[in-house]
């Protein structure tokens, strides 16, 4: 992880306030999934694969860039876009 400048560190379980950014992302995940259901939780686990999709494919703020370019290094294109 230093190869990439990756500062890792550990927090307390079940902590939410010591882990920010995670709870930031696990937020608007939870808007997308929200916003794709119509507040109907008990289809969740049916639009999470697709909400996933357009979290990792969306541009992020603090990480400067898409959660998938951060892992594969490349721009994620749509086979629509190609």
């Known amino acids: ?7 890792h560190c550990l927090s307390t379980a079940y902590h939410p306030q010591t882990s920010g ?7 608007g995940l939870k808007r997308i999934l929200e916003r794709t259901i119509c507040q109907n ?6 639009k999470l ?10 541009y992020q ?3 400067g860039c898409t959660p998938y ?4 290094g490349k721009a ?3 086979s629509m876009e190609l």
């Open 69 to 72: 370019k951060l892992v594969y």
């Open 1 to 7: 992880m230093r190869k990439y400048g990756v500062n």
């Open 49 to 58: 694969e697709d909400a996933l999709w357009a979290f990792r494919t969306a």
């Open 61 to 63: 703020t603090p990480i």
């Open 41 to 46: 939780r008990a289809f969740w686990s049916d």
């Open 21 to 27: 950014q995670v709870e930031v992302s696990n937020r």
């Open 76 to 78: 994620c294109h749509l």
